[in-house]
């Protein structure tokens, strides 16, 4: 498998050699030059293969159609240590629950960090240490967090060899618990820096230092950005198996409502969709940070400034641009990198928004790419918490909530809909005791973890501060 940028760059790579970069050289996103087909016998043996050998087994079948460069008895190995009852909680990994009729929960997040970012970092993780050693390299992650992203990188990195994690997060915005979780882990090869500034303040910084191409080939640094098509691959694994719990045949079609921040969850969605798994809608659900809402309503795809970001209740999915959406754009418009290019860097840089609504093609968003959307305010989040305790007795985050609230204007008739679920409610405590009156459940692993001793370093905004603090731990 050859993978390719979606603004039109020349050259092809092979999976290990994307893993470990971030951008294409001409500022794109890599994608494989096609997408294995799961025909109907295919899709019969997974099944099979999911229901007597389990999720790594699975994720195995899926990842060796887009990893060839690493021997399949290693894949192998590798997808067995990462996918275990003990890490993910149980044999399922990814269990579906039913909570009314046809609407389902796929929990996603009962990995270390409670959040569905484990489900592609912890594989990153065990990726990285197997690559790195094959090499002989070593690399320095530089990564920005507005809370799930940086502890699951932590949290998958954490004593690995030949890899050290630099994590900037905007200073005193993330929950308690997610400062707790971060900045309570004593490995010598976790770094926290909490910048003084807002999450795109720390995503500028990444970007700055990745365009430092000097600094980053001398302190070889990389990193684990939604972007990483490696993480995008992992997640794929997660809309076959919610598909084989929702349905008895592969006749039938089932519904995804994905809560949405950068694209990355759902754009998964649309690669499992894509190699023929029989999803019928993916929906993007959003909060008040809408730009990809309004994209699925009008076409018209329009990033916001810092200003006109909002801090909300489901704060994950609080973004200005969403980072993966180039790559769903460029299958969108047949691949035509050059028309990519145009957009994401003319049009975007000039304008700061583009408009495909006349584009012949943006029908087929919908159409033949299955595509909804709808969006959740900070009321309807409280309402559906309060609604799903009430009638179900399930407690849920406010990320699920948004995706379980904008599922319910998509059903259809017969097609079951899994909305999954993205975090454990005990991530975002002050809203469920807003909406609930109580403490969300703690799991035992995490009690009394604010109280543990910290370790992070504050810096102010500024790229050169980072780097200077990165050159200085990575001796
Ligand atoms: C990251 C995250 C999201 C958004 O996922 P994307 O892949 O960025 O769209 C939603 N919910 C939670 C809890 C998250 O951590």
Redesign the pocket.
């Known amino acids: 498998m050859q993978y390719l940028s979606t603004r039109g760059h020349p050259d092809r790579k092979r999976f290990s050699d994307i893993l470990l970069e971030g951008l294409a050289p001409d500022g794109g996103l890599y994608l494989p030059e096609h997408y294995p087909q799961a025909d109907a016998a295919t899709l019969r043996q997974w099944r099979t293969v999911y229901d007597q050998q389990g999720y790594a087994a699975l994720a195995f079948e899926i990842l060796s159609l887009y990893i060839d460069d690493i021997p399949a008895a290693d894949l192998k190995a590798i997808c067995e240590k990462t996918y275990t009852q003990e890490v993910f909680g149980t044999k399922e990994i990814v269990p579906l629950r039913e909570l009314e009729d046809g609407v389902y929960l796929e929990a996603l997040?009962n990995g270390p960090t409670l959040?569905?970012?484990d489900m592609a970092m912890q594989l990153l993780g065990n990726l990285f240490e197997y690559e790195l050693g094959r090499r002989g390299e070593e690399l320095n992650i530089l990564g920005a967090t507005s809370?799930?992203?940086g502890s699951a990188a932590e949290y998958a990195m954490k004593g690995k060899r030949g890899v050290r994690v630099f994590m900037t997060s905007p200073k005193g915005r993330m929950s308690p618990f997610q400062q707790a979780q971060m900045f309570s882990l004593q490995d010598a090869n976790i770094h926290n820096l909490a910048i003084d500034g807002v999450f795109d303040d720390c995503q500028d910084i990444v970007k700055a230092v990745s365009n430092d191409l000097d600094f980053k080939r001398q302190y070889k640094i990389g990193t684990v950005n939604?972007i990483n098509w490696a993480r995008l691959l992992a997640q794929v694994v997660y809309y076959f198996a919610g598909y084989f719990q929702a349905s008895r045949s592969n006749d039938q079609k089932v519904s995804f409502s994905?809560?949405?921040?950068?694209?990355?969850?759902?754009?998964a969605g649309h690669v499992a969709r894509m190699m023929g798994l029989p999803i019928a809608r993916l929906v993007v659900a959003t909060n008040e940070n809408d730009v990809l809402d309004e994209f699925f309503r009008t076409g018209v795809y329009r990033v916001r400034g810092s200003a006109d970001t909002h801090e909300t209740s489901?704060p994950?999915?609080d973004?200005s641009k969403?980072s993966?959406f180039e790559r769903f754009v460029f299958d969108l418009l047949d691949r035509d990198g050059a028309e990519v290019k145009r957009l994401f860097q003319d049009e975007l840089g000039r304008h700061g928004k583009f408009e495909l609504h006349e584009h012949r093609s943006f029908a087929d968003a919908s159409g033949k790419y299955g595509f909804a959307s709808g969006r959740s305010t900070h009321a309807d989040r409280l309402a559906t918490i309060r609604d799903t305790w009430t009638r179900f007795a399930t407690m849920i985050?406010t990320?699920t909530a948004d995706g379980l609230k904008v599922a319910r204007e998509q059903l259809q008739p017969g097609v079951p809909m899994v909305v999954l679920e993205?975090?454990l409610p005990i991530?975002f405590a002050a809203t469920i005791v807003e909406a609930l009156g109580q403490q969300p459940e703690r799991p035992a692993q995490f009690e009394g973890i604010e109280e543990l001793p910290k370790r992070v370093t504050e810096l102010p905004a500024d790229t050169a501060a980072v780097q200077a603090y990165i050159a200085a731990h990575c001796a």
Do not use: L, R
């Open positions: 997040s959040a569905f970012k809370g799930d992203t939604s994905v809560p949405s921040g950068n694209f990355g969850n759902v754009c489901s994950s999915m973004i969403a993966n985050d990320h993205t975090a991530k």
